[in-house]
Nanobody, 126 residues
Framework: QVQVVESGGGLVRAGDSLRLSCVVS????????MGWFRQAPGKERESAAQINWSGGATYYADTVKGRFTISRDNAKNTVYLQMNSLKPEDTAVYYCAATPYSSTRSSLRPNEYPYWGQGTQVTVSS
């Protein structure tokens, strides 16, 4: 049973930084692609950033490019999302997801991730 657990969310002010962490257990973390998705109230879940199994390929949504950095530590079964220069529009529940699938596409769709965490709230005040 693969378990995905996020941490690190909170309430910050615009311009602040926050780092989310996600630990995966019960599976082969080093073979998984990982993604951070987010969902704001009344909106669909969207991909923020993704990283392949080795960390050699990453994807960022245009809305976070240049501000967010995804990274992974396979020795710790952990993926991170460093979020800098946060904006009120970054407010959302952030979900970590894992998948054994790979693709030649730059990113995977949410329904291609079978393993999800419970989410962590990030609130950015103006």
């Amino acid at each position: 049973q693969v378990q995905v657990v996020e941490s690190g969310g909170g309430l910050v002010r615009a311009g602040d930084s926050l780092r989310l962490s996600c630990v995966v257990s019960g599976g082969t973390f080093s073979s998984y692609s990982m993604g951070w998705f987010r969902q704001a109230p009344g909106k669909e879940r969207e991909s923020a950033a993704q990283i392949n199994w080795s960390g050699g390929a990453t994807y960022y949504a245009d809305t976070v490019k240049g501000r967010f950095t995804i990274s992974r530590d396979n020795a710790k079964n952990t993926v991170y999302l460093q979020m800098n220069s946060l904006k009120p529009e970054d407010t959302a529940v952030y979900y970590c997801a894992a998948t054994p699938y790979s693709s030649t596409r730059s990113s995977l769709r949410p329904n291609e991730y079978p393993y999800w965490g419970q989410g962590t709230q990030v609130t950015v005040s103006s």
